[in-house]
């Protein structure tokens, strides 16, 4: 999930990157004051001004031949075809915070140059950013929207990319509520209906439900999020026809818990307990101080990533093991209590307990340590009993870890998606 080697990141010269269980279904979390912990209200999916613009302003256009020639050298050539010149457009737009007052968020949404009739949307979830200058409205200082955006765009699709809460152009001031399912799903919702705006204005056509809805890592959770947001509150207003969430943690619970439990040397584990536990406690108020939740002096680093400001010496200082970045009697009393306030927070963004109508599928590497695999197939365990029937956790590639995954799970992704399309998967 986490950026922590930028040597694995994404590169239109190949996809390099490092962004971002068990089989019981976990009892729903009610919003109100529960067990602990506040758990913030969803806001209404008609809210006045959802969705509005507030600027938008054209970044460099990648060529076609560039894209061209990254799919040749990274070998995604098979699923992709770069046809056009990929433009982008930062946007500003009004979306409901985690305490459901509206506020303003960004992302960047990738055209086609000279595209002509009803163009597909591509809806991506991108992976964990620990600052906002690396979320995908920055544009050329990402790696990540930069390679997606032009890929798809350039493959004849509208782009949307959007940077989540308190990260991007419209991130200053302002914390990222790491890995809140439903503030990222309703992010995308809102772009998406800025996008609409601004094709019109563009004098650009939209298919009508050819809305394909993808991401990696945190973006895999994310995507599923807003897929089963789309399904269940705007269907008629934004149909999906399939989705393809890629290594993400849908079973937020169950992989958090595996990742303390197990305590493995691993920095990146680490990194993504004191991130996540930082936020949450600021979304749920689980702890009167963070202090009281995170061990000194990781509290202040912690702090810092919640705020995407952490600098790469305070990531690196964090310790090798998540069980360090908490406070001992933190741990013990998680370990002791499976109703803890911490494990009712992140069970209140579980992605796996309903029954998608569009054909789904969630593609993963069999040797990741940083979301384990056993996300998608509880997913999958789970969605079928709800009696979901065109669902499948795919592997592709026993010995692929989080950051070798990326580009086989994106083309086989691009790859279930032409098969859709020309009624090979029904």
């Given at each position: 999930m986490l950026a922590v080697d930028r040597a694995r990141r994404w590169s239109l010269a190949g996809?390099?990157?490092?962004?971002?269980?068990?089989?019981?279904?976990?009892?729903?979390?009610?919003?109100?004051?529960?067990?602990?912990?506040?758990?913030?209200?969803?806001?209404?999916?008609?809210?006045?001004?959802?969705?509005?613009?507030?600027?938008?302003?054209?970044?460099?256009?990648?060529?076609?031949?560039?894209?061209?020639?990254?799919?040749?050298?990274?070998?995604?050539?098979?699923?992709?075809?770069?046809?056009?010149?990929?433009?982008?457009?930062v946007v500003r737009y009004r979306t409901p915070g985690v305490d459901g007052q509206l506020t303003t968020a960004s992302g960047v949404v990738w055209m086609p140059v000279a595209a002509s009739g009803p163009l597909p949307v591509v809806a991506y979830m991108h992976g964990t950013n620990t600052s906002k200058t690396e979320a995908p409205s920055n544009l050329t200082n990402t790696g990540e929207g930069d390679a997606v955006g032009a890929i798809w765009a350039s493959d004849g699709s509208v782009v949307v990319l959007p940077d989540y809460l308190g990260l991007g152009v419209a991130g200053a001031g302002t914390y990222h509520p790491y890995l809140h399912v439903r503030s990222e799903a309703t992010a995308g919702v809102d772009l998406l209906r800025a996008a609409r705006t601004l094709a019109a204005s563009l004098g650009v056509t939209l298919a009508a439900g050819d809305l394909f809805v993808t991401g990696y890592s945190q973006g895999g959770g994310a995507a599923m999020g807003l897929f089963r947001e789309l399904e269940r509150n705007h269907a008629a207003e934004l149909p999906v026809l399939s989705a393809a969430p890629?290594?993400?943690?849908?079973?937020?619970?169950?992989?958090?818990?595996?990742?303390?439990?197990?305590?493995?040397?691993?920095?990146?584990?680490?990194?993504?307990?004191?991130?996540?536990?930082?936020?949450?406690?600021?979304v749920y108020r689980i702890a009167p101080r963070l202090s009281d939740l995170i061990a000194a002096p990781y509290d202040r680093v912690a702090a810092d990533l919640r705020d995407g400001v952490a600098t790469s010496d305070e990531?690196?200082?964090?310790?090798?093991?998540?069980?360090?970045?908490?406070?001992?009697?933190?741990?013990?009393?998680?370990?002791?209590?499976?109703?803890?306030?911490?494990?009712?927070?992140?069970?209140?963004?579980?992605?796996?307990?309903?029954?998608?109508?569009?054909?789904?599928?969630?593609?993963?590497?069999?040797?990741?340590?940083?979301?384990?695999?056993?996300?998608?197939?509880?997913?999958?365990?789970?969605?079928?009993?709800?009696?979901?029937?065109?669902?499948?956790?795919?592997?592709?590639?026993?010995?692929?870890?989080?950051?070798?995954?990326?580009?086989?799970?994106?083309?086989?992704?691009?790859?279930?998606?032409?098969?859709?399309?020309?009624?090979?998967?029904?």
């Open positions: 996809a390099l990157l490092a962004a971002c269980a068990s089989d019981s279904t976990p009892a729903p979390v009610d919003p109100g004051t529960s067990g602990g912990i506040t758990v913030p209200a969803a806001p209404a999916p008609n809210m006045a001004g959802r969705g509005d613009v507030v600027a938008s302003s054209a970044g460099p256009r990648m060529p076609r031949l560039l894209v061209s020639a990254a799919l040749a050298a990274s070998g995604a050539s098979r699923a992709f075809s770069a046809r056009y010149d990929a433009q982008p457009y890629m290594s993400g943690p849908y079973d937020l619970e169950g992989t958090s818990r595996t990742m303390l439990q197990q305590n493995a040397d691993y920095h990146a584990g680490a990194v993504y307990t004191a991130y996540l536990a930082a936020a949450f406690d600021t990531i690196a200082s964090l310790p090798s093991r998540p069980q360090s970045v908490l406070r001992a009697d933190v741990v013990q009393a998680m370990l002791a209590n499976r109703d803890h306030p911490f494990w009712l927070a992140l069970r209140d963004n579980d992605a796996t307990d309903w029954a998608p109508r569009a054909p789904l599928r969630m593609y993963y590497g069999g040797a990741d340590r940083d979301v384990y695999p056993q996300n998608a197939l509880t997913a999958e365990s789970r969605m079928r009993a709800n009696g979901a029937h065109n669902v499948a956790a795919v592997n592709v590639g026993a010995s692929l870890d989080h950051g070798t995954a990326v580009l086989p799970a994106t083309i086989a992704a691009r790859i279930f998606l032409d098969s859709l399309r020309r009624g090979l998967v029904r």
